[in-house]
């Protein structure tokens, strides 16, 4: 089992960056892919993107690819969302999630087994 914690969002200006992390616990942190998500008021959830556990391999939604990168240090237990070029619309609640699934060309929700608690990215316009 992982146990993950979200850490670093926070109230920017649109144009901003801000860096979130995803610490885990609990388990072999490389035996898992790492998925990001976030929820937007009165939304749902959508994916934005993943990492594979052992050789870091990525994937984004178009949505966010160009601004977001995603990146993992297996030695820290730990994995980041960098958030460039924010805009208003990108306030939500940010999730990271752990699964055995990668794929280089889609993002399935269902595959991650355990997430973390969320934490909230507000961006000002």
């Known amino acids: 089992e992982v146990q993950l914690v979200e850490s670093g969002g926070g109230l920017v200006q649109a144009g901003g960056s801000l860096r979130l992390s995803c610490l885990a616990s609990?388990?072999?942190?490389?035996?898992?892919?790492i998925g990001w998500f976030r929820q937007p008021p009165g939304k749902e959830r959508e994916g934005l993107g993943s990492?594979?556990?052992?050789?870091?391999?990525?994937y984004y939604r178009d949505r966010v690819k160009g601004r977001f990168t995603i990146s993992r240090d297996n030695a820290a237990n730990t994995a980041y969302l960098q958030m460039n070029s924010l805009r208003p619309e990108d306030t939500a609640v940010y999730y990271c999630?752990?699964?055995?699934?990668?794929?280089?060309?889609?993002?399935?929700?269902?595959?991650?087994?355990?997430w973390g608690r969320g934490t909230q990215v507000t961006v000002s316009s």
């Open positions: 999630a752990a699964g055995t699934y990668y794929s280089d060309y889609r993002l399935l929700e269902g595959s991650f087994d355990y």
């Open positions: 609990g388990s072999t942190f490389g035996d898992y892919a």
């Open positions: 990492i594979s556990g052992s050789d870091g391999r990525t």
